[in-house]
């Protein structure tokens, strides 16, 4: 069975950073997208940012362009999460996400189909 296990999560002052790291039990490549996915309470999931395990383009949720970076690290199966200038509107849980979704790679355009368990990210004003 297929485990993406996140970490990095935390609370943080605005303005400050955190990295979140997602271990992929399985080599990445096995997929074609790895993600990064937000749900703040009563609100929507939404994509934050995405990368191609292949072409390793990215793609970013406007609200997060310019602070947040999306890498990934092939030999270790770890895709990860710089999040830097954090403001108290990024605290959500933080899930990291694998599969073959279409162009753009959210929020619309096809399959993600492996999901982590979540770590919790709170950005204090």
């Known amino acids: 069975q297929v485990q993406l296990v996140e970490s990095g999560g935390g609370s943080v002052q605005a303005g400050g950073s955190l990295r979140l790291s997602c271990a992929a039990s399985?080599?990445?490549?096995?997929?074609?997208?790895m993600g990064w996915f937000r749900q703040a309470p009563g609100k929507e999931r939404e994509g934050v940012a995405g990368i191609n395990t292949s072409s390793f383009l990215t793609y970013y949720a406007d609200s997060v362009k310019g602070r947040f970076t999306i890498s990934q690290d092939k030999a270790k199966n770890t895709v990860y999460l710089q999040m830097d200038s954090l403001k108290p509107e990024d605290s959500a849980m933080y899930y990291c996400?694998?599969?073959?979704?279409?162009?753009?790679?959210?929020?619309?355009?096809?399959?993600?189909?492996?999901w982590g368990q979540g770590t919790q990210v709170t950005v204090s004003s």
């Open positions: 996400a694998a599969g073959t979704p279409g162009w753009p790679p959210f929020p619309s355009g096809g399959s993600w189909s492996d």
């Open positions: 399985e080599r990445i490549v096995r997929w074609n997208w």
